[in-house]
């Protein structure tokens, strides 16, 4: 038999709003649950580009800016897949705009290496610290110059 655990990890990995919402309303406890891998329940949402899970488990009480194994949160993995509505709803909700990874790499780095402009706006509107450096002395201007990405470069300078 699985474990609630589980059962409600595989819930937001096929998109059953219906049984997320049973299972958090046994028990509440599992909106901040880490997975096997260490994923919590909002960055798997957000992994899976599943908008209503991560509403779902917003209103919750998820952590917003709980971090997996390597340190990631949810905004730092949505920032280099380019959703822009998931940004913007975890940016509405508090998310830590500067939070760094185990490499020191933020949501704007990640946007800026991935050249997800649209998002690399967004978090610059909400304040995204543009002096960080990662753990190898890059900051986002860096890659952006490296890569290429020169309307990118220009918002950074």
Known sequence: ???????FFEAIRVGDKDRLKALISINPNLVNQKDARGF???ILATYFDNEEATR?????????????GSGNTALIGVSFKGNLSLTTTLLAHDANVNAVNKDGTTALIFA???????IVKL???????????????????????????????????
Do not use: F, R, W
Request: proline letters at 2%; glycine letters at 4%; one cysteine or more.
């Open 40 to 42: 919590t329940p909002l």
């Open 112 to 118: 800026t290496q991935y050249n997800k402009i649209d």
């Open 123 to 157: 978090l610059l509107e909400h304040d995204a610290d543009k002096s960080i450096e990662d753990n190898s002395g890059k900051t986002a201007l860096t890659y952006a110059s490296e890569k290429g990405c020169i309307e990118i470069a220009g918002l950074l300078k």
């Open 56 to 68: 779902i488990l917003i209103e919750n009480n998820a952590d917003i800016n709980a971090k997996d």
């Open 1 to 7: 038999m699985k474990k609630d655990t589980d059962v």
